[in-house]
């Protein structure tokens, strides 16, 4: 298969609830190429004796675990050749990303011959992207150099050079084909990088994210390169506190004399090691002023937030191995590699406001503001440490209650996204025992009791395994719970669910068997039940307003439609312009499922921040618009929610309303937007007295 349906397979498999817009923008195609790469797909994967790719009506993709064995086993082959995909298209930013890597790593001039030969692209497209790279280079104190006879070359200090080469590669590897580059230009391979680094784990006693391992290595192949390939550059670099670390030390024995010709040069291959994030620390040697304003700054966090901090020393030990990386970063102007992910949920604001208070003895001895992304990760440290002490879920066991099946989470992601899907697997799976997480790289699938992996990628292994995407949204949380408790024989859902049917519809008239079974297997698959005393959800009621409903002859379109539906919640504030345009823009394929029934449509999107308030916008039609999935809409209910989760029990009603079809047809021939209003409160009050 070639290069897109090889991605378009890897992608599907690391996510299946994805959508058929989701990975068309993810993968850069239109959908028109995404349908014929899967059509394609399918046919190699049958010629194979290899089992195809199903789409659901929701537009989610099935693959089996024979597939994701396949694309474990494909993806182990990959990771052996590393070799250049060839021609390949390169915008204008990763043009001058290379151009600065290639002259910064290669010799001590790179001429016009060489650039466009290397980014085949014409002369003149090179020469328009040199004055970007000369406006990039003057930014940072550098400039760049040519000379008729040799061809181009980058000036200015050493140090900052360094800086602008880790800064570079930080940058390059991650744009697509970034990482082929720097193993075609840089002078020292891949695997003798990796092979020392791993040296260096075992004598610091630390062990590298997968994110960051990988980050790590290119780094130092950049950085050793140069040494190598440039004898007349001098850098100078001499730092008291490098040199009193415990890495200082221990990397002496383990990095080779070839990397490094002077002390400077040393001193900055350890401060690579320095500022690169761990999973953990065995040891960290502090000056007594960091360790003063280490304690310092957990002092004010306590007095802050009103939080006691029962075993300080731990906790102290466990934030220094993350903050100890970063202040090395922020002082010497490393690129930080991991970036926090940005849920824009308020406690986390508030958190990241308390973060920029506490952090300022840090600041003090750093000399320099920490940034917001730097900021934002060393905030996600304190929430996870500060709750419940982490539960210490990277080291021991988080709890000793006795569950039915034991499960290992393997992520190739950096700390901080593990974390996260660490806390969200737990909150999904409570039959769950996860006791740990690691890296791709360090996984071992013997160890004694796991009988599940949960991984962000596809793995060899022998053992179950579930491929999930570190940010889950609530339909793919269900969906996952769904697959294990059944797959995993932790309730017989389908056999429960089809001896229910056969009581229920041997003792009771049933009018709609497809929603019952759907309700059921809810039911059976809820991870939480209800508790007597525990408000109940909202109806649809509590989300409807008579002003927020319209009732009109026809629209142009769908897009007007939605516009028109929206207008009053728009019109009130509860909404923002970008979030109508989010919605629109989710409609716009064949493939899109906001729908129920025949007849009903119900654009939403994400909310991130654009929905003031809860509430939905009705327009009811009595001529149906086309969607562009050939679906005839007479109701458009556009649906604002503040947060997912609170709204269940209002869109099953809303369901049951658009799986009713004299209802329907009732709503529309409504004359107003009163009637109509009164008509949803009667549907529900029917509704409800059939239940009861």
């Given at each position: 298969m070639d290069d897109r349906e090889a991605k378009l397979l890897r992608a599907i498999v690391s996510d299946t609830g994805a959508t058929s817009a989701e990975l068309a923008s993810r993968l850069k195609i239109t959908r028109r190429q995404l349908d014929y790469s899967l059509q394609k797909l399918n046919r190699e994967l049958n010629d194979q004796n290899l089992p195809v790719i199903k789409r659901t009506r929701a537009g989610a993709m099935q693959v089996t675990p024979t597939l994701v064995d396949y694309v474990a086993g494909t993806s182990n082959a990959r990771k052996t050749t590393r070799v250049n995909d060839g021609l390949r298209y390169r915008d204008e930013v990763q043009r001058g990303l290379d151009i600065i890597f290639y002259i910064l790593v290669n010799e001590q001039y790179i001429s016009l011959d060489h650039l466009y030969i290397f980014l085949e692209v014409g002369k003149t497209t090179v020469i328009q992207d040199l004055k970007g790279v000369t406006k990039a280079l003057h930014e940072v104190g550098l400039a760049l150099a040519y000379d008729r006879q040799n061809g181009y070359r980058i000036t200015g200090p050493e140090l900052n050079q360094r800086r602008m080469l880790l800064q570079v590669t930080t940058q390059l590897l991650a744009t697509a084909g970034g990482e082929a580059d720097i193993q075609s230009l840089t002078a020292i391979k891949h695997d003798e990088v990796a092979k020392i680094v791993a040296q260096a784990e075992r004598k610091l006693g630390t062990n590298y994210s997968d994110k960051a391992?990988?980050?790590?290595?290119?780094?130092?192949?950049?950085?050793?390169?140069?040494?190598?390939?440039?004898?007349?550059?001098?850098?100078?670099?001499?730092?008291?506190?490098?040199?009193?670390?415990?890495?200082?030390?221990?990397?002496?024995?383990?990095?080779?004399?070839?990397?490094?010709?002077?002390?400077?040069?040393?001193?900055?291959?350890?401060?690579?090691?320095?500022?690169?994030?761990?999973?953990?620390?065995?040891?960290?040697?502090?000056?007594?002023?960091?360790?003063?304003?280490?304690?310092?700054?957990?002092?004010?966090?306590?007095?802050?937030?009103?939080?006691?901090?029962?075993?300080?020393?731990?906790?102290?030990?466990?934030?220094?191995?993350?903050?100890?990386?970063?202040?090395?970063?922020?002082?010497?102007?490393?690129?930080?590699?991991?970036?926090?992910?940005?849920?824009?949920?308020?406690?986390?604001?508030?958190?990241?406001?308390?973060?920029?208070?506490?952090?300022?003895?840090?600041?003090?001895?750093?000399?320099?503001?920490?940034?917001?992304?730097?900021?934002?990760?060393?905030?996600?440290?304190?929430?996870?440490?500060?709750?419940?002490?982490?539960?210490?879920?990277?080291?021991?066991?988080?709890?000793?209650?006795?569950?039915?099946?034991?499960?290992?989470?393997?992520?190739?992601?950096?700390?901080?996204?593990?974390?996260?899907?660490?806390?969200?697997?737990?909150?999904?799976?409570?039959?769950?025992?996860?006791?740990?997480?690691?890296?791709?790289?360090?996984?071992?699938?013997?160890?004694?009791?796991?009988?599940?992996?949960?991984?962000?990628?596809?793995?060899?292994?022998?053992?179950?395994?579930?491929?999930?995407?570190?940010?889950?949204?609530?339909?793919?949380?269900?969906?996952?719970?769904?697959?294990?408790?059944?797959?995993?024989?932790?309730?017989?859902?389908?056999?429960?669910?089809?001896?229910?049917?056969?009581i229920i519809t041997k003792n009771a008239a049933v009018s709609n068997l497809d929603k019952l079974r759907h309700d059921l297997q809810a039911y059976l698959v809820s991870s939480q039940t209800p508790q007597e005393g525990e408000p109940e959800l909202p109806d649809l009621m509590a989300y409807l307003a008579p002003e927020h409903i319209q009732h009109v002859r026809k629209v142009a379109d769908w897009r007007s439609a939605i516009t028109q539906s929206a207008a009053p919640l728009l019109a009130d504030g509860s909404i923002t312009g970008q979030y109508l345009a989010r919605i629109i823009a989710a409609n716009e394929g064949e493939d899109a499922y906001s729908f129920l029934g025949t007849a009903m449509a119900i654009p939403h999107a994400d909310a991130q921040g654009d929905v003031k308030r809860d509430g939905f916008g009705v327009l009811v039609l009595d001529q149906p618009v086309a969607f562009p999935n050939g679906m005839a809409i007479n109701i458009v209910v556009t649906l604002a929610l503040v947060e997912a989760g609170q709204h269940i029990k209002a869109i099953n009603q809303l369901a049951e309303i658009a799986l009713n079809k004299r209802q329907v047809r009732k709503i529309v021939a409504a004359s107003n937007p009163a009637e109509i209003y009164e008509l949803f409160k009667a549907a529900i009050k029917e509704s409800s007295n059939h239940e009861s």
């Open positions: 391992l990988h980050q790590l290595v290119a780094s130092l192949q950049a950085d050793v390169s140069r040494t190598m390939t440039h004898d007349d550059a001098e850098l100078n670099f001499s730092e008291r506190a490098v040199r009193g670390s415990i890495e200082y030390d221990k990397l002496r024995v383990v990095i080779p004399t070839s990397w490094y010709r002077t002390e400077a040069e040393f001193e900055w291959l350890v401060l690579i090691f320095l500022s690169t994030n761990t999973w953990q620390r065995a040891a960290s040697s502090l000056e007594d002023a960091f360790a003063e304003a280490v304690d310092t700054m957990i002092s004010r966090f306590e007095e802050i937030t009103y939080t006691h901090i029962d075993d300080r020393e731990e906790f102290r030990d466990r934030l220094v191995s993350h903050l100890q990386p970063a202040f090395y970063r922020v002082k010497y102007g490393m690129p930080l590699i991991e970036s926090a992910y940005d849920s824009g949920e308020a406690d986390q604001t508030i958190l990241l406001d308390i973060v920029r208070e506490v952090i300022k003895p840090i600041e003090k001895l750093a000399k320099k503001k920490f940034p917001d992304n730097e900021l934002r990760l060393i905030s996600y440290y304190f929430g996870l440490v500060i709750n419940d002490s982490t539960d210490d879920h990277f080291d021991q066991s988080r709890r000793e209650a006795e569950h039915v099946l034991k499960a290992l989470i393997v992520s190739n992601t950096g700390i901080v996204q593990t974390h996260i899907l660490y806390s969200v697997l737990e909150d999904t799976l409570p039959e769950v025992h996860f006791v740990g997480a690691t890296s791709v790289r360090e996984f071992d699938d013997t160890r004694e009791g796991i009988n599940i992996v949960f991984a962000t990628v596809p793995l060899q292994t022998t053992l179950k395994q579930f491929i999930v995407p570190v940010n889950m949204n609530q339909i793919q949380r269900v969906n996952l719970r769904y697959r294990v408790l059944r797959e995993m024989d932790v309730i017989a859902i389908d056999e429960k669910i089809a001896a229910l049917l056969q």
